[in-house]
């Protein structure tokens, strides 16, 4: 094909670009001189000492679990106290070409990075070190905050879960109940192993003339897995928690209905489900 005697021109914010990389000024047109580059960036500035590693608890437990020797609970009280890193990206919503014929970026939204799990939920990526971040999304800031203030942030943006060093293997995950507590600095029981959680479950049951026994188990749903097929100590996404009830026998499918659907609506009335119990399951037994 013959080479074209009118080559089509680059786009001007294209040119603008090019011109600019490797300047000695930046898109604005001011000097790259003089400039301080990593004092008093968010980094540095809440953390002068910080190297960015990860802190040496928080690395130990997250090591146990992943080798199988450490539960989630000991991995969840790890994480009081520590520095983690969350990811923004910035996303330019206007810009225009200078006099100098650079790209000025006017206006920029800062957004914080959000992560939708299998089964939709929304979670906040944290990362204990700023490497991890980097192998996660090199384009990606990286702002060193508090742990408590990263669960807080999670809340009230409406996550669910924290997912701890997304792209390692595996990923740890907190689940809502526990990341509420480290939120508000408060130690965290599964809700697999809360006793307070099984009495409601009793409470429930109470009355109930058709429910002969109702206790708890842990759910399918709680370890993590390596990519080798091992399954870890909690740390997972799925179904945390089981009921199992063992209901009279004989009952025809309408009675076992009407006493599933009245154990339930009393179950609802406990708040302690509410705050300690992630995602719930119920299993019946002759």
Request: hydrophobic share 45%; proline share 6%.
């Amino acid at each position: 094909m013959p080479e074209s005697s009118d080559p089509r021109p680059l786009p001007a914010h294209i040119a603008a670009q090019l011109r600019s990389a490797g300047g000695s000024e930046d898109t604005g047109g001011q000097a790259w001189e003089g400039r301080n580059l990593g004092e008093g960036t968010s980094h540095t500035h809440l953390f002068p000492d910080d190297d960015g590693a990860a802190a040496p608890g928080i690395a130990a437990a997250l090591a146990a679990w992943r080798e199988g020797r450490a539960s989630e609970s000991e991995v969840v009280a790890a994480l009081p106290g520590i520095r983690v890193f969350v990811s923004i990206v910035a996303e330019v919503s206007h810009s225009e070409i200078t006099e100098h014929g650079l790209v000025s970026d006017k206006e920029a939204d800062m957004a914080l990075v959000s992560l939708r799990t299998a089964d939709g939920r929304k979670a906040l990526p944290v990362f204990t070190a700023v490497d991890e971040l980097s192998a996660w999304n090199s384009q990606a800031r990286p702002v060193a905050v508090d742990i408590r203030k990263a669960a807080l942030s999670a809340v009230q943006d409406g996550s669910d879960l924290l997912v701890v060093n997304p792209g390692s293997d595996p990923a740890f995950v907190v689940r809502r109940p526990a990341m509420w507590c480290v939120a508000k600095d408060m130690a965290w029981t599964p809700s697999y192993a809360d006793l307070s959680v099984d009495d409601a479950v009793l409470r429930a049951a109470l009355g109930m003339e058709l429910i002969v026994s109702a206790r708890t188990e842990p759910g399918p749903g709680i370890n993590g897995k390596r990519s080798d097929g091992a399954l870890l100590k909690g740390g997972a996404t799925g179904p945390e928690l089981v009921i199992v009830l063992q209901l009279t026998p004989g009952l025809t499918q309408e009675m076992v209905q009407a006493t599933i659907g009245q154990y339930q609506q009393k179950l609802v009335t406990e708040p302690i489900m509410a705050e300690n119990v992630d995602s719930l399951g119920l299993r019946l037994t002759a």
